[in-house]
């Protein structure tokens, strides 16, 4: 018998790089699976386009999508909020497709206080002045998390325990603590200044909640981390308010079956339809196999 699906308020999934090695679609879908959230906001880099031309798209990636549109197709609001490596779905800002609106930033007012959502990805000097530079990194990283899936296969043999090597990069390089700490900063600035009590984002692949403080007052900062490194999601509700969810810390999710999708035909209908269109707009055709 399965486990009752946990009811939450709003579930925030960013940084999800569908169509890249290093994106761990199968937790994913076994943590959405777990869930019957009333709002789904997918804020940012869900489907990595920038990646996307290796065409490279496994099975557990289109489950995603097709679960995607079986809860949209159920009753949940789902809100794509757009980030830079989905960056050609901001075209498209202010759309409605059922249950589903692509949009480039979010309110949501909430009992514990209004929460702004948006990617983050506007803070990024990189991306403002050298796109070139952003994309070139981005095929680094990518390569990087192969390197770490044979590193951590070499470490399992051994009996050893695993590591993460992007992390580690990141927390010993200290230009990346510093941008880390510069991004925190500046959306809390603006969130204040816009008399927000919540700003949550995601882009910087650094899951946290904690108050920023500032000249100007005291914010509550959030960001989703992501589903490459830390497999992590922001998750409310009104008795709770906002927590962190980690994947590594739910033994029930990570023994859950994933290949049971669970979706109904109307539901599936409409993710062949979604991704048809999203493969349109990339210019690419959808594997017999997919």
Same mark, same amino acid.
């Given at each position: 018998?399965?486990?009752?699906?946990?009811? =939450?308020?709003?579930?925030? =999934?960013?940084?999800?790089? #569908?169509?890249?090695?290093? *994106?761990? @679609?199968?937790?994913?879908?076994?943590?959405?699976?777990?869930?019957?959230?009333?709002? /789904?906001?997918?804020?940012?880099?869900?489907? %990595?386009?920038?990646?996307?031309?290796?065409?490279?798209?496994? &099975? @557990?990636?289109?489950?995603?999508?097709?679960?995607?549109?079986?809860?949209?197709?159920?009753?949940?609001?789902?809100?794509?909020? $757009?980030?830079?490596?989905?960056? +050609?779905?901001?075209?498209?800002?202010?759309?409605?497709?059922?249950?589903?609106?692509?949009?480039?930033?979010?309110?949501?007012? +909430?009992?514990?206080?209004?929460?702004?959502?948006?990617?983050?990805? =506007?803070? %990024? =000097?990189?991306?403002?002045?050298?796109?070139?530079?952003?994309?070139?990194?981005?095929?680094?990283?990518?390569? /990087?998390?192969?390197?770490?899936?044979?590193?951590?296969?070499?470490?399992?043999?051994?009996?050893?325990?695993?590591?993460? #090597?992007?992390?580690?990069?990141?927390?010993?390089?200290?230009?990346?603590?510093?941008?880390?700490? !510069?991004?925190?900063?500046?959306? &809390?600035?603006?969130?204040?200044?816009?008399?927000?009590?919540?700003?949550? *984002?995601?882009?910087?692949? *650094?899951? !946290?909640?904690?108050?920023?403080?500032?000249? @100007?007052?005291?914010?509550?900062?959030?960001?989703?981390? !992501?589903?490459?490194?830390? +497999?992590?999601?922001?998750?409310? $509700?009104?008795?709770?308010?906002?927590?962190?969810?980690?994947?590594?810390?739910?033994?029930?999710?990570? $023994?859950?079956?994933?290949? !049971?999708?669970?979706? %109904?035909?109307? &539901?599936?209908?409409?993710?062949?339809?979604? +991704?048809?269109?999203?493969?349109?707009?990339?210019?690419?055709?959808?594997?017999?196999?997919?």
């Amino acid at each position: 018998m399965r486990p009752p699906k946990r009811r =939450v308020d709003v579930v925030v =999934v960013s940084d999800v790089h #569908l169509g890249t090695y290093g *994106c761990h @679609a199968r937790e994913l879908l076994r943590y959405l699976k777990s869930l019957k959230p009333r709002v /789904l906001v997918l804020n940012g880099d869900i489907v %990595d386009i920038w990646q996307f031309s290796k065409s490279y798209w496994p &099975a @557990a990636h289109m489950q995603v999508v097709r679960h995607l549109a079986g809860l949209a197709a159920k009753g949940t609001r789902i809100h794509y909020l $757009t980030g830079n490596h989905d960056e +050609l779905l901001r075209r498209f800002a202010g759309t409605r497709l059922g249950a589903l609106s692509i949009e480039n930033k979010l309110v949501l007012d +909430l009992p514990h206080g209004r929460t702004w959502l948006f990617h983050g990805d =506007v803070f %990024d =000097v990189t991306m403002r002045h050298s796109r070139w530079l952003a994309k070139l990194g981005a095929e680094g990283y990518d390569l /990087l998390i192969l390197l770490n899936r044979l590193v951590n296969w070499a470490l399992r043999r051994l009996g050893r325990p695993r590591v993460q #090597l992007s992390k580690l990069v990141k927390d010993r390089v200290k230009s990346a603590v510093s941008l880390v700490s !510069d991004f925190e900063q500046t959306a &809390a600035r603006i969130a204040i200044d816009e008399g927000y009590q919540y700003v949550a *984002c995601g882009h910087i692949h *650094c899951p !946290d909640i904690r108050p920023v403080a500032t000249a @100007a007052g005291t914010v509550t900062y959030l960001n989703s981390g !992501d589903w490459v490194e830390n +497999l992590t999601a922001l998750e409310y $509700t009104a008795a709770a308010g906002w927590q962190l969810y980690r994947y590594a810390d739910d033994p029930r999710t990570q $023994t859950a079956d994933a290949s !049971d999708l669970d979706v %109904d035909a109307a &539901a599936e209908t409409s993710a062949d339809t979604l +991704l048809a269109e999203l493969l349109k707009e990339f210019h690419l055709h959808r594997s017999p196999n997919s």
